[in-house]
């Protein structure tokens, strides 16, 4: 069974970074890709990025592109989602997720982790 474990959010000010890891674990991963997503209270969960787990090809929301990082440490079986230049409007519970690479549908989801942007 796969299981994704979040962690690494927290209160940050805005301009500043944080780094929310994802560890994967259940399967082998090299047919799929890794996303993150998160959700604004009052709000639709979104995209955030998105990951390859074979090749390492990366997927952005506009508004986080030039900002937000996303990698894998195939090693470790874990994604990573560097977010630098923050702002208040990142604020949300972020989650990890996979989907078999080719298919449109998450099929996992870890619990989901709280970022907090202040001014």
């Known amino acids: 069974q796969v299981q994704l474990v979040e962690s690494g959010g927290g209160l940050v000010q805005a301009g500043g970074s944080l780094r929310l890891s994802c560890a994967a674990s259940g399967r082998t991963f090299s047919s799929y890709t890794m996303g993150w997503f998160r959700q604004a209270p009052g709000k639709e969960r979104e995209f955030v990025a998105a990951?390859?787990?074979?090749?390492?090809?990366?997927y952005y929301l506009d508004s986080v592109k030039g900002r937000f990082g996303i990698s894998r440490d195939i090693a470790k079986n874990t994604v990573y989602l560097q977010m630098n230049s923050l702002k208040p409007e990142d604020t949300a519970v972020y989650y990890c997720?996979?989907?078999?690479?080719?298919?449109?549908?998450?099929?996992?989801w870890g619990q989901g982790t709280q970022v907090t942007v202040s001014l």
């Open positions: 990951i390859t787990w074979i090749d390492g090809v990366t």
């Open positions: 997720a996979v989907r078999r690479s080719g298919n449109n549908k998450y099929n996992y």
